[in-house]
């Protein structure tokens, strides 16, 4: 058997594995949350955590997916520019009606297929995209929206010249953009898996218990006894080893993998490597590495983190926040070891450091291109593709020029 055969026996053994587990631990009729009596819900958390959860509920993480209503979505659904036309003469039509929002293609005038915008997928910082839901079954809409362009463009991967409403989305997709998703039955069909979800059985965005672990008994226990400020029956976070912090995220920010267990199952504390197969070791050649994805294996590739005693994603992010674009707070942070009179601060010096101090992003992790995910907007023949911040931290020459010829302006 060669090599790929083998990887496409063992993918498909792991989901076997992986969804009858899924099944047979579904919850029961009784249970609040969909995951079980373990569970509380993020709704439980506000009565002892407003603060912090009235902060994270604008984070990236809590808004990953969400239902998908009009105001939710960032493209328009007024003439022109909610028309989105294909090289074969179809056009695609974004439309308010009166049971909910359609993508509807026409082809010469005449409709051809209509589908709902169901569920919203991605922050809307840079794009989102919409599934449908059909017959058990999520499909993704051929046209997302791309924040760059402020126009509506054909999904990643999709054909230029036709839409296409049959790209169906797995359960793996929902275990990175959401926090649950209800899984009715798993079966194979030849090769394939073929997965039924229950109708609007989602819990929605990175809730606290996908990163904090299980919290019902944690709260039980402490309304019942308010004056116990040390927190019981939860994850720590504070006392994992580094490598345990860093498997949190790299569940997510490490690309796709042959899985071993679902995502839905991962506890804080857990490896990674229990999860999925492939090698998570630094690369070697980072420039084969997309910056869409894969943070954690760019990150780890850094002399900033080759070279630290306990670096880690938090080190940077505070996930409770919504940090966007605050370079000069992200900078800061490299402050705490790059300071100003130390030796490995910016060589620079045609600048004051108090001048660079405020962005060493933009020069050590530029805004590159991926090549894994373009979009193709109207009327163009060739796609755009959606930029993101490598996390190989590092000298980038070109960029650092832009920079600096910017400042010197």
């Not at 275990?175 to 898996?193: D, F, R, W």
């Not at 991962?266 to 894969?294: I, M, N, Q, W």
């Not at 009179?341 to 992003?361: E, R």
Request: hydrophobic share 35%; with cysteine; aromatic share 10%.
């Amino acid at each position: 058997m060669n090599k790929r055969l083998l990887c496409i026996s063992l993918l498909i053994i792991s989901c076997i594995i992986i969804f009858s587990q899924c099944i047979s631990k579904r919850p029961g009729k009784d249970s609040k949350d969909l995951r079980g009596e373990q569970f509380a819900g993020s709704a439980a958390c506000i009565s002892c955590h407003k603060s912090i959860y009235d902060s994270y509920m604008t984070t990236g993480h809590y808004k990953t997916s969400g239902p998908a209503f009009q105001a939710a979505i960032k493209g328009s659904f007024v003439n022109p520019h909610n028309v989105f036309s294909y090289s074969n003469g179809t056009k695609v039509v974004m439309e308010v009606r009166d049971s909910g929002l359609f993508q509807v293609a026409y082809s010469d005038s005449a409709l051809q297929e209509l589908h709902r915008f169901d569920i919203t997928i991605g922050s809307g910082r840079k794009a989102q995209t919409f599934l449908f839901w059909r017959n058990g079954k999520y499909f993704q809409l051929p046209l997302s929206y791309f924040i760059l362009t402020n126009s509506w463009a054909n999904s990643p991967g999709f054909p230029p010249a036709y839409p296409k409403f049959d790209r169906m989305i797995p359960s793996t997709c929902f275990g990175c953009h959401s926090s649950a998703v209800g899984i009715k039955n798993v079966s194979m069909e030849g090769l394939h898996l073929s997965e039924e979800f229950e109708k609007n059985q989602l819990v929605y965005g990175i809730d606290c218990e996908r990163c904090h672990g299980p919290a019902a008994e944690h709260v039980t226990f402490h309304q019942e006894h308010p004056q116990e400020k040390d927190a019981r029956h939860i994850t720590k976070i504070a006392s994992l080893k580094n490598q345990q912090k860093l498997d949190m995220c790299a569940l997510c920010h490490s690309g796709l993998g042959a899985p071993q267990k679902p995502a839905f199952e991962f506890k804080p504390g857990d490896a990674l490597s229990d999860y999925f197969f492939p090698d998570f070791t630094r690369p070697e050649k980072t420039a084969e590495v997309d910056v869409h994805g894969k943070q954690y294996q760019l990150f780890t590739a850094s002399k900033c983190f080759i070279k630290s005693d306990g670096m880690n994603c938090s080190s940077c992010h505070n996930p409770h926040n919504n940090e966007r674009d605050q370079l000069q707070a992200f900078s800061q942070r490299c402050m705490s070891c790059h300071k100003a009179d130390g030796h490995t601060f910016c060589k620079m010096t045609t600048l004051p450091a108090a001048v660079l101090s405020k962005n060493c992003i933009d020069c050590h992790m530029p805004a590159l291109p991926s090549r894994n995910i373009t979009m193709l907007t109207r009327g163009q023949t060739s796609p755009t593709p959606d930029s993101m911040r490598t996390h190989l931290i590092t000298v980038y020459r070109e960029e650092t020029k832009k920079f600096m010829a910017a400042l010197k302006k």
